[in-house]
């Protein structure tokens, strides 16, 4: 846990090419040190919102990637605000949405709503 930690917080960007991805919590661990992810659009990565709370690019073109990356990149050199507000953002999102006592609170909203 120390190295990922370590790599995580050395990083600004985190990759996560994956060709099939059932749940993604990668991208949030990777969020929470301030990496923006860049993620191919599928399975439980289709949840990272492009241009807001990461880069995301979809189908399996060989170029879809590189121009995600080239994209991050950009922004990285010349909109370092954008980049900042990025970060924030993408903080804000997992508060909202994704924490314990939210996803809890959707459960039960379920188990209601079935019973």
Same mark, same amino acid.
């Given at each position: 846990p120390l190295t990922?930690?370590? @790599? +995580? *917080?050395a990083g600004d960007f985190f990759l996560i090419p994956s060709q099939y991805e059932p749940c993604g919590l990668t991208d949030y661990q990777a !969020?929470? +040190? &301030?990496? /923006?992810?860049?993620v191919h659009a599928v399975g439980g990565l289709v949840?990272?919102?492009?241009?807001? %709370? &990461? +880069? #995301? $690019?979809? &189908? #399996?073109? #060989?170029?879809? /990637?590189?121009?995600?990356? =080239? =994209?991050?990149? %950009? /922004?990285? =050199?010349h909109e370092p605000k954008v980049i900042a507000h990025m970060q924030k953002r993408a903080l804000e999102v997992i508060k909202e949405r994704y924490t314990w006592?939210?996803? @809890?609170?959707? $459960?039960? *909203? /379920?188990?209601? !709503?079935e019973m």
């Open positions: 990922a930690r370590r @790599v +995580f *917080a !969020q929470l +040190f &301030g990496n /923006l992810p860049i949840k990272v919102i492009d241009g807001e %709370t &990461g +880069f #995301s $690019y979809p &189908g #399996s073109r #060989s170029a879809a /990637l590189p121009d995600a990356m =080239r =994209r991050a990149m %950009t /922004l990285y =050199r006592d939210r996803v @809890v609170e959707r $459960y039960m *909203a /379920l188990y209601k !709503q």
